[in-house]
Nanobody
Framework: QVQLVESGGGSVQAGGSLRLSCVVSGSDFTFSDNHMGWYRQAPGRQRELVAV???????VYADSVKDRFFITRYNAENRVFLQMNGLRPEDTARYYC??????????????????WGQGTQVTVSS
């Protein structure tokens, strides 16, 4: 079993910044052996993957967040972060971290397992 705990969300005005954090644990889970990503889901919309940090510590971004969001990982503490700058109202969603099975195709990528955390809400007002 894998536990994922996200934090750092909040309400900000357009143009503001937030930094999300996620810690992952699990007896049979090796954080450093997994590509990690941040997914988001807005009301009435499908969940989408917006950023990936590969095992090789190389980031990959969806076009919608490129040059505004920055993903990092800290393997020593099983943590993944998402620095979000220049936030827009369309970034409003619940954000989740999870593993990623195909970093080269964000539109088709899914987590390696079926576990999800509670997520953290990000609300951006205009």
């Amino acid at each position: 079993q894998v536990q994922l705990v996200e934090s750092g969300g909040g309400s900000v005005q357009a143009g503001g910044s937030l930094r999300l954090s996620c810690v992952v644990s699990g007896s049979d889970f090796t954080f450093s052996d997994n590509h990690m990503g941040w997914y988001r889901q807005a009301p009435g919309r499908q969940r989408e993957l917006v950023a990936v940090i590969r095992i090789a510590d190389v980031p990959v971004y969806a076009d919608s967040v490129k040059d505004r969001f920055f993903i990092t990982r800290y393997n020593a503490e099983n943590r993944v972060f998402l620095q979000m700058n220049g936030l827009r109202p369309e970034d409003t969603a619940r954000y989740y971290c999870n593993t990623v099975n195909r970093w080269w195709d964000l539109s088709r990528a899914t987590p390696v397992n079926d576990y999800w955390g509670q997520g953290t809400q990000v609300t951006v007002s205009s």
